[in-house]
């Protein structure tokens, strides 16, 4: 059973930042491909970043610039860095555990969610 388990979120006023973090267990991190998501209320879930495990990343458009995604193997945890934060990045944020290595196969297991509030 793969657990991912998120901190880092909170309360910050705009222009702030915030690193989320997601540990990993019960499963072959460094392998995997990893994704960071996001819910707004009343909106869809959609993807912030991904990093394949090979390090290679995508990012929504909404986010190019100021956020970073990032993994750390030994560790068994990815990160995402969130610089110059918006009001409109409030949302809960949900770590994603891929299939594979890379994003074909989709996502198996998700986080419990942390949430991320900027007030303007």
């Known amino acids: 059973q793969v657990q991912l388990v998120e901190s880092g979120g909170g309360l910050v006023q705009a222009g702030g930042s915030l690193r989320l973090s997601c540990a990993a267990s019960g499963r072959l991190f460094s392998i995997t491909a990893m994704g960071w998501y996001r819910q707004a209320p009343g909106k869809q879930r959609e993807l912030v970043a991904g990093?394949?495990?090979?390090?290679?990343?995508k990012y929504a458009d909404s986010v190019k610039g100021r956020f970073t995604i990032s993994r750390d193997n030994a560790k068994n945890t990815v990160y995402l860095q969130m610089n110059s934060l918006k009001p409109e990045d409030t949302a809960a944020y949900y770590c994603a555990s891929y299939r594979s290595s890379s994003y074909y196969g989709g996502i198996d297991y998700w986080g419990q969610g942390t949430q991320v509030t900027v007030s303007s």
């Open positions: 990093i394949t495990s090979d390090g290679i990343t």
